[in-house]
């Protein structure tokens, strides 16, 4: 049995996870509060809270596993890409852990990790698995790319953002309106009471398969500073239909670029990852899709698109196997494509 204990600290959330022969035993994370009230995430602030974090995390994942130190064949963690200070957190630790307990080192990137959350199983938990090759839509916080997955380990970018990822679209939008960071969800809590028509922005004329969100943004920050000269209190008269129209038209430019890369690849299985990905209006709108255009459409839970430490031990898990493993000198890197990820 082959069994690895996992970190996730790249931003602000610490996480550990204990998974063996591929199935997740135990995925513990603790988020940080402390960021809301400063509007986004606070890279010191980041860093010691996982560094306060890290070991009640870690144990508690080991415990709820019901495993015993002894028993971990390896450890692994984000090396990046993410805060460099929140990564050297977990990447200090998994080293000293390796050194202390004489494990293995495995290195992730955060990127392949999300990727890998359609192959999430657990003791209840077992969804059908995507097949290869598979198209992923991977949109969170800082990332917003469509990926070509040729194995576990082989994959290929399709397109990506020129700009703004999709989350900082969905959280720079929210605080245009004054709502809480990160505004992804409560821009989807509030668009479900709100009609998507009701306001059109600019969607941008990017080639290929990749993304830019910043024309949108400043279409909507344009409007809003129009309409709030005229009435200050437009923003909280007309809420539920700004979330929706926002929410709406972020989702048909994603969905547009992965519709194309689809008919263009003629891949019919597509995942999608990232924090974005818990989006209701998205999660619907890709298996409408699917149903739409016989693709088989593998949406994981929630709790396994935003950032958590079962992804991290799932791509670790597959690492493992591949034989790919992690020295002392395993570095955090706040930059960190795959392509550089893949070809190390
Ligand atoms: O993947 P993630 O947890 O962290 C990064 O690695 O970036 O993604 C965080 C992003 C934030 O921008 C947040 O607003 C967005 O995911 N997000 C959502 C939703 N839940 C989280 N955006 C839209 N709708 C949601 N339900």
């Given at each position: 049995m082959i069994t690895i204990l996992a970190i996730e600290s790249s931003c602000d959330d610490t996480s550990a996870a204990v998974i063996q022969d591929g199935v997740v035993k135990s995925n513990c994370i603790?988020?940080?509060?402390?960021?809301?009230?400063?509007?986004?995430?606070?890279?010191?602030?980041?860093?010691?809270?996982?560094?306060?974090?890290?070991?009640?995390?870690?144990?508690?994942?080991?415990?709820d596993a019901g495993i015993s130190i002894s028993e971990i064949d390896a450890i692994a963690c984000t090396v990046g890409p993410g805060l460099l200070g929140s990564l050297l957190v977990g990447v200090s630790?998994?080293?000293?852990?390796?050194?202390?307990?004489?494990?293995?080192?495995v290195e992730v990137n955060h990127l392949h990790a999300h990727v890998l959350a359609s192959f999430i199983e657990t003791e209840t938990y077992k969804p059908a698995k995507p097949q290869f090759p598979f198209l992923c839509l991977l949109v969170s916080g800082g990332n917003t790319q469509i990926i070509l997955a040729h194995s576990y380990?082989?994959?290929?970018?399709?397109?990506a953002t020129i700009d703004d990822a999709a989350g900082e679209a969905f959280d720079k939008c929210a605080k245009l309106m004054g709502l809480p960071?990160?505004?992804?969800?409560?821009?989807?809590?509030?668009?479900?009471?709100?009609?998507?028509?009701?306001?059109?922005?600019?969607?941008?004329?990017?080639?290929g398969f990749d993304y830019s969100f910043s024309g949108f943004k400043t279409s909507v920050l344009y409007f809003l500073q129009k309409e709030i000269a005229k009435n200050p209190d437009f923003v909280q008269q007309n809420l539920t239909d700004l979330c929706a129209s926002i929410q709406h038209t972020i989702i048909e430019m994603l969905m547009h670029k992965l519709k194309k890369a689809v008919q263009i690849t003629g891949v019919k299985h597509v995942t999608i990852g990232g924090g974005v990905a818990a989006n209701s209006g998205l999660r619907a709108a890709i298996q409408l899709f699917g149903e739409k255009n016989?693709?088989?459409t593998y949406v994981p839970p929630p709790i396994y698109t935003t950032d958590?430490?079962?992804?991290?031990?799932?791509?670790?898990?597959?690492n493992f196997m591949d034989g790919q493993f992690a020295g002392q000198t395993m570095k955090a890197k706040a930059r960190f494509s795959l392509e550089e990820y893949f070809n190390e």
């Open positions: 603790a988020s940080q509060k402390i960021h809301e009230q400063y509007g986004g995430v606070v890279p010191e602030l980041a860093s010691r809270s996982h560094q306060q974090n890290i070991v009640p995390v870690v144990h508690q994942a080991i415990v630790f998994a080293k000293g852990f390796a050194l202390a307990h004489a494990c293995k080192l380990n082989r994959m290929e970018i399709l397109g960071y990160p505004g992804g969800p409560h821009i989807d809590r509030l668009a479900g009471q709100g009609n998507p028509q009701a306001f059109t922005f600019n969607k941008p004329q990017i080639a016989d693709i088989t958590n430490a079962a992804m991290i031990a799932v791509a670790a898990y597959y």
